[in-house]
């Protein structure tokens, strides 16, 4: 990885690897400081960090916008994909 740097004590490849529990707030508070740390000090990481967020954020918001499946439709496909798939 080109932008794999050191910064804050942590390399951009373990922030991108953990980028999304640390968006869903699922990180411990040390990790929390660890990641902003190098945010703060990488702008490559925090360019991407935010079009990730804004990435994440417009599927939960579609998301929680779409229609309920049909259950029986998701049972009928799911039939249908084993007998294709064997």
Do not use: N, T
């Not at 707030?25 to 935010?50: M, N, Q, S, T, Y």
């Amino acid at each position: 990885m080109a932008h794999d740097r050191d910064v804050a004590g942590i390399r951009c490849l373990e922030v991108l690897e953990r980028l999304s529990a640390y968006l869903d707030h699922e990180l411990c508070p040390e990790d929390v400081a660890r990641i902003e740390a190098h945010l703060a000090g990488c702008d490559w990481c925090a360019k991407f960090g935010a079009r990730f967020q804004g990435v994440v954020r417009e599927l939960k918001r579609a998301l929680s916008a779409a229609e309920p499946v049909d259950q029986e439709a998701v049972r009928r496909l799911r039939s249908r994909l084993k007998s294709e798939l064997g």
